[in-house]
C-alpha cells in the first residue's frame, strides 16, 4: 500500500505524521542539486502542491540519470517538517524509478507552454499544473451535480446515447450506421434504405436526453441526465464542441419559475462546492488564469441572478450605442457578443433570458399566451454567455402536434413522446447545462478544449 500525497501535504494531523515512514508513487516534476543534497518535486494528481523528496547521500536506489522530469517513481521515506514552515516534505531512504523519461524528446520541460501546444500532447497534458486542476475541477463538479440533485430527491436516469429522433430539431445529427458507403442498399426509388440498416431505420447520436428524461419524469416526477451528447454544427469556437456532456433535469408539476429557480440554485450549489473543496486548484486559477476569479464567484454566489424577457434584452442591446458584428433586432437568436454585452456589462451579475420568440426556439417549447414567445429560459454568465438553456415544455397533445407539423418535421419518430401528452399529461419543465462551459465558468480559462480531457472539434479526434 502506498499513501496519497494529498495524505501527507493535507493531513489532518501534521504533528501526528511528522517522523511516519510512508511510500508515494507519481511522477516527476522537476529535479534541484544543492551540495550533497538533491530536490525532487513528485506529484501523483491527488491535490495541487508537489511534495519535495529531499534525497540524502544514503538514500538508496537513487540514480541521477534516471530521477528526472518526467519519470514515475516510487519513494519511501519519513514525513518531515521543511525548514520555515513550508508543507511537509521527504526524506527518502529509497527510490525506485518505473519508467524512465527521456529529457531529449519529454515535451513537458518546466517551461510554461501554450494551451495551442498542449493541446498536440493531449495524452501528456493532465501532467501540468493547469490540467491535473482543471481535472480536478471538473471532478469536484460532477460529483457537486449529483449532490445536488439527489439533496432534492431527483433520480440519476441514464437516457439511450443512440437515438432515432433529433431532439433539438436541428438537424446537427451524426449519423449511425453498419451500412457500407460503397454499396448501401437502395429503394425502388434509388435512396438509401436505412430499414435494411441495423435498427431498421435511420439512427444518430444524441444531441440531448431531455425527450427521453420527460418521460420518466411523467412517472417519477424529478430526474436528472449527465451524460455525453453529439452535436454535429461546423462551430470552431471557445464555447462549442462536437462532443460535449450535459445535464439534464427534468421536473413533472414543474412552471418556467421552478425552472429558473432550479438553474439558479444549481449554479450556485456547485460553485461553493468547488471554492471550499478545490481551494489550491481555485488559488492557482486565481493567480494565474483569471485574477480575481475567486471574487467574482463569491459575488455570484452572494447576489440574486437578473431576470429579463427576450424583448427587454433587444431593447436593452438597441439602445447600448454598441456596434455589434451582428445588429440586433427582434426575432433573430442571440449571438455570444450580444449575451456578453447583457451579462458583463449591462446587468454585471448572470441573467436568465425568458420568453423568446417561438420562431427560434424548439419545437417542444410551451407557446405562451401572446402567440409569439415560448417559455424558454436561457442562463447567461460573465465570460461565455449561455450556458444553460430550458423551457416549460407543450404538454398539451394538439398544440404539439400541430408543432412538429409546423416546424417540418416529421411525427412519426416522435410518437411516444407525443402520446406522453394523450396519458396524465402535466405541465413540467427542465433545462440543460453545458459541463465544459461551467467548468469554464468556474475555472476561468478561455476556450472549451481545455476543459475536457479529449476535445473533438470539426477536424479533429485525435487521441
Ligand atoms: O440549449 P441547448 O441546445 O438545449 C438542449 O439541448 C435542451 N434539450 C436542454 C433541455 O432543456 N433539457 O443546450 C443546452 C446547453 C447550452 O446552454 C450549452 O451550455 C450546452 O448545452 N451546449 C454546448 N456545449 C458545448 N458545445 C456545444 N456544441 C453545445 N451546445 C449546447
Excluded at 534525497?55 to 525548514?83: C, I, L, R
Excluded at 524509478?97 to 510554461?112: F, I
Excluded at 450605442?321 to 451579475?349: A, I
Aim: with cysteine.
Amino acid at each position: 500500500m502506498h499513501t496519497k500525497i494529498r495524505q501527507i501535504l493535507l493531513a489532518p494531523d501534521r504533528a501526528k505524521i511528522i517522523g511516519q515512514e510512508h511510500t508515494i508513487k507519481g511522477w516527476v516534476k522537476t529535479v534541484r542539486g544543492q551540495k550533497n543534497l538533491t530536490f525532487v518535486e513528485v506529484n501523483d494528481g491527488s491535490c495541487f502542491t508537489n511534495l519535495q523528496v529531499v534525497v540524502q547521500p544514503e538514500t538508496k536506489g537513487f540514480d541521477a540519470s534516471a530521477v528526472n522530469t518526467g519519470a514515475s517513481v516510487s519513494v519511501t521515506g519519513v514525513v518531515a517538517q521543511s525548514p520555515g514552515n513550508q508543507p511537509l516534505e521527504l526524506h527518502a531512504n529509497l527510490i525506485k524509478v518505473y519508467g524512465k523519461a527521456n529529457q531529449e524528446s519529454y515535451p513537458l520541460q518546466k517551461k510554461r507552454h501554450s494551451f495551442e501546444f498542449l493541446r498536440t500532447v493531449a495524452h501528456l497534458r493532465p501532467r501540468t499544473n493547469t490540467f491535473g486542476a482543471v481535472t480536478r475541477v471538473r471532478n469536484a463538479l460532477a460529483f457537486a451535480t449529483h449532490l445536488f440533485f439527489q439533496k432534492r430527491g431527483f433520480l440519476y436516469i441514464q437516457p439511450p446515447i443512440i437515438t432515432s429522433a433529433d431532439c433539438e430539431g436541428a438537424g446537427e445529427l451524426f449519423r449511425v450506421t453498419t451500412i457500407d458507403p460503397e454499396k448501401p442498399p437502395r429503394t425502388p426509388e434509388g435512396k438509401v434504405d436505412y430499414t435494411k440498416d441495423f435498427f431498421g431505420c435511420p439512427t444518430y447520436l444524441t444531441v440531448s436526453g431531455q425527450l427521453n428524461a420527460e418521460a420518466y419524469a411523467c412517472a417519477l416526477t424529478d430526474v436528472y441526465t449527465f451524460g455525453p451528447t453529439f452535436r454535429a454544427e461546423n462551430s470552431n469556437t471557445a464555447r462549442h464542441l462536437a462532443e460535449f456532456w450535459m445535464i439534464e433535469p427534468e421536473m413533472a408539476f414543474a412552471e418556467l419559475a421552478d425552472n429558473m429557480e432550479c438553474a439558479e440554485s444549481f449554479v450556485k450549489f456547485v460553485t461553493t462546492y468547488v471554492l471550499d473543496n478545490c481551494a489550491d486548484d481555485m488559488a492557482f486559477f486565481n493567480q494565474f488564469i483569471e485574477t480575481g476569479i475567486i471574487d467574482r464567484l463569491k459575488k455570484v454566489i452572494e447576489t440574486p441572478f437578473e431576470h429579463s424577457t427576450y424583448t427587454y434584452a433587444v431593447r436593452v442591446l438597441q439602445k447600448s450605442g454598441k456596434t455589434f458584428e451582428f445588429p440586433v433586432e427582434w426575432g433573430m437568436d442571440l449571438q455570444s457578443e450580444h449575451e456578453r454585452y447583457l451579462t458583463e456589462e449591462f446587468f454585471q451579475k448572470p441573467v436568465i433570458l425568458t420568453d423568446y420568440p417561438r420562431k427560434i426556439k424548439a419545437f417542444y417549447m410551451r407557446d405562451n399566451m401572446d402567440g409569439k414567445t415560448v417559455a424558454a429560459m436561457d442562463v447567461l454568465v460573465p465570460k461565455i454567455g449561455e450556458i444553460i438553456g430550458g423551457s416549460q415544455r407543450e404538454e398539451r397533445y394538439d398544440e404539439l402536434e400541430a408543432k412538429i407539423k409546423e416546424f417540418g418535421l416529421d411525427p412519426k419518430p416522435y410518437w411516444w413522446y407525443l402520446e406522453l401528452r394523450k396519458y396524465g399529461s402535466v405541465p413540467h419543465s427542465g433545462f440543460g447545462a453545458g459541463f465544459e462551459r461551467l467548468i469554464r465558468f468556474v475555472t476561468g480559462l478561455d476556450n472549451i478544449r481545455d476543459v475536457i480531457p479529449f476535445p473533438r472539434f470539426p477536424g479533429s479526434a485525435a487521441f
